[in-house]
């Protein structure tokens, strides 16, 4: 499947979890945590040469969360941790272009990075405290 298709599939669904899920939790005044999201495609379909302004154009639709994180390791370290079969997306070379995409997020301001090369109790400690500091800073 080309990395357009992909694109545009994963806009669809995350059109549907918005519309299904997350708009009517926020309407009940819930609180609202999400894995991967528009920034996924930014970078995995960015990586594989979908121009970012047409990426951004098709999930137009989608609200900007009041905190986004990147959790960062380096490719081999990522790659390296997972212990199931890998997917035709988890190659090295495609993966260390895919941290370069998300990196450009977070220097534009998108994303907060986190250090994830740390052992899990001090990443899920740094995570606890960027996402208290950013909520705090919000006017609610």
């Not at 959790?71 to 070379?93: H, Q």
Request: charged share 30%; hydrophobic share 40%; net charge positive.
């Amino acid at each position: 499947m080309s990395p357009e298709a992909e694109a545009l599939l994963f806009a669809a669904d995350r059109f549907f979890h918005l519309e299904s899920e997350i708009r009517p939790a926020l309407a009940a005044g819930k609180t609202v945590v999400c894995d991967r999201y528009m920034y996924a495609s930014f970078a995995y379909q960015g990586a594989q040469g979908v121009d970012s302004k047409w990426l951004r154009e098709i999930n137009q639709f989608a609200e900007r969360p009041d905190v986004a994180l990147y959790l960062d390791v380096p490719a081999e370290m990522g790659l390296g941790r997972i212990k199931r079969k890998k997917s035709v997306l988890e190659k090295l070379e495609l993966q260390r272009r895919v941290r370069e995409e998300y990196l450009k997020l977070v220097r534009a301001g998108e994303l907060t990075i986190v250090d994830s090369t740390q052992p899990i109790k001090e990443v899920g400690e740094n995570i606890l405290r960027l996402v208290t500091q950013k909520l705090r800073g919000l006017s609610i």
